[in-house]
């Protein structure tokens, strides 16, 4: 219960550290002026003060050090969550973990009769069902010997 609401607090710093690091790397100075010239050009600068580049510059190295910490940080936490919760998953998870027992040698057989093809001849309704026929052997002959040729 502890590490869920650890994880939840380092997830909300975690997104709060994401949009702070975007609006701080929007707001820097660059050649074609960046997303400050759609501020009014000297928006950052009245805000806060002639030096704020240098601001920016160290508030986005703090931002992405905290980005990077925190990434390593959760993704430690969720590998090691992740082999705890697969030992004491739910009772559906441990029945789909469980393993499958081996199959027997039983034979198969079909849920419903086969069809039965419709024979050309009519049967009555008072009659009984026909046993199959047995198969009969061929008839095995031996060859005659043919009489010799001179």
Request: hydrophobic letters at 45%; charged letters at 5%.
């Amino acid at each position: 219960m502890l590490w869920t609401v650890i994880t939840d607090i380092l997830l909300v710093i975690f997104v709060l550290d994401c949009a702070f690091m975007g609006l701080v790397i929007m707001m820097q100075r660059s050649k074609q002026e960046g997303l400050g010239a759609a501020f009014g050009g000297g928006f950052t600068e009245s805000i806060w003060g002639a030096q704020t580049s240098n601001v920016l510059v160290k508030a986005t190295v703090i931002a992405a050090a905290i980005f990077f910490t925190l990434s390593l940080t959760l993704a430690r936490i969720y590998s090691h969550h992740g082999k705890s919760a697969a030992n004491q998953g739910s009772a559906i998870q441990q029945q789909l973990l469980a393993p499958v027992p081996a199959a027997t040698n039983a034979v198969v057989t079909p849920a419903t009769p086969a069809p039965v093809a419709p024979s050309s001849t009519p049967t009555s309704s008072t009659s009984s069902p026909v046993a199959p026929a047995t198969p009969v052997p061929a008839k095995t002959t031996t060859p005659t010997s043919a009489p010799a040729k001179p």
